[in-house]
């Protein structure tokens, strides 16, 4: 099965059933993909797919075939550069764990909707926990990163 990842061309030929968090973290070494729950309720896990947020443990590596895959890893662009700021900007990270998870979200988000409120903002990122609570610095990050990607 081919696939992109991250800007780059790849062929994974293991078990198609395998979840892909697992086919990131321990084949492609990409550990920036975190495990939380394992049930695609927490977020921790989410990579984007041809910019879609998707949530990696809960996905069979046979569903990304042919697909464009970015992590944490390859999160670029010019609204990814953005989140990144913010996140840095604004100290976001506490413990860490759901980040990964959280700024590809916001960046997917911010790709579709470049000048969210606050409600669309709470809407887009509710479905990614966060066990340190910091979802106020989140909400700022997006509403931040929004304004920078504007220039």
Do not use: H
Request: charged share 20%; net charge neutral.
């Amino acid at each position: 099965m081919d696939f992109t990842l991250n800007g780059k061309a790849r062929t994974y030929s293991g078990d198609p059933d395998r979840p892909l968090l697992w086919v990131l973290r321990e084949d492609e070494a990409l550990t920036g993909t975190k495990y939380g729950c394992g049930v695609a309720a927490c977020g921790a896990c989410t990579v984007l797919i041809d910019g879609t947020p998707t949530r990696s443990c809960a996905t069979p590596a046979s569903a990304v075939a042919g697909t464009k895959v970015t992590t944490i890893e390859g999160l670029n662009g010019k609204v990814g550069e953005a989140v990144r700021t913010a996140w840095r900007e604004l100290d976001v990270v506490q413990c860490g764990w759901c980040q990964s998870g959280q700024m590809l979200t916001a960046t997917a988000f911010l790709t579709e909707t470049p000048a969210p409120t606050e409600a669309e903002i709470t809407a887009a990122m509710d479905n990614n926990l966060c066990r340190c609570a910091t979802y106020q610095r989140i909400k700022t990050a997006v509403a931040r990163a929004a304004d920078i990607a504007k220039g």
